[in-house]
Structures are given as structure tokens and as C-alpha cells.
């Protein structure tokens, strides 16, 4: 018993049909590129099996779907829904799971693993889905999805930057004169810490910059329904990451990279935001907040006044579009415009062996770059570690993970620091420091942050 009866439903129509058991796990899987229409789900399905939509031309179209079991029994996948609904012999489907590729002829020995976004329920009775699925469509349907990008990038942003640098511009004026006077004469350009003559004061400035950042990241806006930047960012960004991963791991064990997500579909235009373009959002957000006060002008506060505020974000614009358009020598020359598509796209960023090679004079290390891509590709990753140490731009989700995260980190300081006094005799055991105390004045300190 290897077939089951399988229902594709989305919003418009419904298919049935009888395939075997494996390629109802595929198309599961599938629902990792987030299909919101049966034609986006079987494209979706040239990820974890060589096929084309005229394969499944056999199905039919039904008005409902057909509850009737076959075989090894019945599935439904309702993209509508976002319900998978099994009834089977052959698979459990959970939110996560493995397939085994097929190549056009056969299953081949390479295992793919896949993991679903939180938003797809999967239930193991057909009565469950009748019951739910009409409640899960309206809800889905009553809220469709959002363009955050056109928040998170565009004017809304500008706006609030220039106008949090303008509420602060008496704060930043003598600093920012005093950073011109002392490091800009030479070098307009330079705003590193290269110079130390220039270090307390680009501190002062980055400090206040910081603080804006924060703000514009944990403020809940009404065009973001209610939710914060940072929340829209990191809503999905565990799910990306693992498809990403997913998806580099088929490309070592194939030698060729895997169908990518159309960028007309849905899935596209409104992705959720992956680690690269987290951190490259952060790099951005304070490109454009360093721009503005190292206006020439910035004394004057021209850019405050209504003519100049429109000039102001008019200018913001271009500079945005220049940077996200150029290569970026902190990306290993790579341009943040396409390392964001690419996310969006759910393609990692392969390696050369040549890029793999960090001393182009050393044998060692062309050695190992050799060996590493004869077993597939490397890939390329950005980590954000250049981000301040504070909520805002840590990379777990609520103010209760960050106080157990502090409390973490002072614990193990605490016990290294036990463990080095030990071995050189400077503690014994019965004298360690109370860990708990500490951690409870750890956490309360973050309650106050």
C-alpha cells in the first residue's frame, strides 16, 4: 500500500487525485516555498522532484474535496488554509521532516530536510480539517499580507530618522563640531575610530545614533499592524535561516543549486526577512543616520525647516539606493541589493574555492579550500557580530529571552572565573559566588534597560 488520494485547495479551486505515498511527502515539503496557489505549489515541488506542471495534468478539479481514501489513504493540502490533513498508512506529516529526492526516474539516496513556517497547522484527521479549515481561511483572507519593505525601507523610515536627529540636535551640534574640527579637515569621509583624536567624540555621536536606532527598531507602528520593526524582522527569520539551510545542503549533496523561489510569486514579494538581510537592514539604517549628521550644514539645521526636511529625505533616498547598489567592501565586495534578493529568493550564497583560500600564500589553506568544495560548495554567511550588545539588536525575540540570555553569560563568567581562581589556587570550592544573587540582580537590571 504505497498510493494515497491526494486534495490540492487553494482560495480558487480545488484538485484530486492519486499519487504515491513519497510524492505526497514532497509536496509537503514543498510548502516550504510558502505556495499560495496550487500552480505556485507544483512549481514549488521542482525543489525535491525533476518534474514539470504537465506531470500533474492528470489531476481533477472538484468543487469540494473528495474525502473518499485510497490506497495507503488520504491528504490534503490547503494552501487557503494552511492545513496539511492526513489520514495515512504511509506518512506522518509533522512541521518538520525529511524527503528523499526524486530524480524524473527514481528516488535517489539524497535526503532533503525541510522545515514549515509557523503559520501551517498539520492535523492527522480529515474531520479535524472540516472543522477548522473555514475559520483558518477567513482569518487568512481578512488578513492579507503585508509590504513591510515599503515601511522598513522607505519614507516612514527617512522620516523618522530625520526627525529623531532633529529633536537631538542640540545634544549632537557641539559633538559633531567637534568631531568635524578634529577629524574631518583632513578626510571628509572618515567616520572610523582610526583616528584617536576623533574616538570620544564619534562615541558621543554613536551613542545618540545608537539610541535612535533602538527607538525606531522597538516603537509599534499602525502601518506595521501594531507591531514593532524588530518584530516584523525577526518574525520569520528562523524559518528563512533553516530553508536557506535546507537549501545549501541539497546544493552540496546535488552539485547544483536548487530551483529558487519565482520572484512573481507571493513568496517573493512579501518574504519575510532572513539573517543577511537583518544585519545588512542594521548596516543600512546607520549609513543613513551617520549621513545626516555629517551634513556640512548640520549646524544650521536646515534640514529641520519644512523645505529642508523634504530635501532631507529626498537626498536620504538616493544615498539609500546608492548603497543597497554598490559593492560594499565589508560584504567581501558583494552588493547588499542582491545578497537581499538572493535571501528572497531562498539561494545561498556559494563560495569559490578561490574565496575559500584566506592566505592566498599559504598551501595549507588552499589544501583545505580544495577539500572542502570537493565535498560541494562552501557558502557564504553574515553574522551581525559588529552589533551592539543590547536588545534591540541581539538576535533573540523578546526582553524575557535577553534577561535569560544575560543571566547566561553572567553565569558562565561566574563559573570560568571559579574555575581559573581553582586551578590556581586562589578559591576553594566552599568560597564560589553566589550565582543566583547575581542573577537576580542581572535580571533586574535588564527590567530596568
Known sequence: MSEVKIN?????????????????????????????????????????????????SYLRQHSEIDEEPWDAGIIVIDLAGRIVASESTYSYFGPSGSVVYHNGHEATDIGIPYRLSEDWLCVDSIEEYKWLCQE?????????PLDARAV???????????????????????????????????????????????????EQISKELVAIHS???????????????????????????SDLESRARQWSLQGEGPPCVPVASQAYRFAGFGTHEWVIYYDLVRHLLWAIVQRSDFASGAFMTPPGFENEIARLEELKYQWLEQPQEDYSHRTPAILIDNERRRLPIALTAEEMIIDPDCPACQIMAQDTLE?????????????????????VRTPKEWQEELIRRKEFDEQFEREWAQRK?????????????????VA??????
Request: charged share 30%; aromatic share 8%.
Open 8 to 56: 490540492l485547495t487553494d482560495f480558487q479551486r480545488t484538485l484530486t487525485g492519486t499519487v504515491h505515498g513519497s510524492t505526497a511527502e514532497r509536496l509537503v515539503a514543498s510548502l516550504t516555498a510558502e505556495p499560495e496557489t496550487i500552480a505556485e505549489l507544483l512549481t514549488a515541488l521542482q525543489r525535491f522532484e525533476k518534474c514539470d506542471l504537465d506531470d500533474y
Open 215 to 241: 527607538n525606531w527598531l522597538l516603537t509599534a507602528r499602525e502601518d506595521l499592524r501594531g507591531m514593532t520593526p524588530r518584530e516584523i524582522l525577526f518574525e520569520k527569520q528562523d524559518f528563512i535561516d
Open 425 to 441: 589556587g586562589g578559591v576553594r570550592n566552599d568560597e564560589s559566588p553566589d550565582v543566583t544573587a547575581a542573577s537576580d540582580s
Open 152 to 202: 522598513l525601507f522607505g519614507r516612514p523610515l527617512l522620516e523618522w530618522m530625520v526627525r529623531a536627529v532633529a529633536e537631538r540636535h542640540a545634544t549632537l551640534l557641539p559633538v559633531v563640531e567637534q568631531f568635524r574640527e578634529n577629524c574631518l579637515k583632513e578626510n571628509p569621509n572618515n567616520n572610523t575610530l582610526s583616528d584617536t583624536g576623533c574616538r570620544e567624540p564619534y
Open 136 to 144: 483558518r481561511r477567513e482569518q487568512r483572507a481578512s488578513n492579507p
Open 375 to 395: 565535498g560541494g560548495p562552501g557558502f557564504w554567511h553574515l553574522d551581525g557580530s559588529h552589533m551592539e550588545d543590547e536588545f534591540a539588536f541581539s538576535w
Open 444 to 449: 533586574e537590571d535588564a527590567l530596568i534597560t
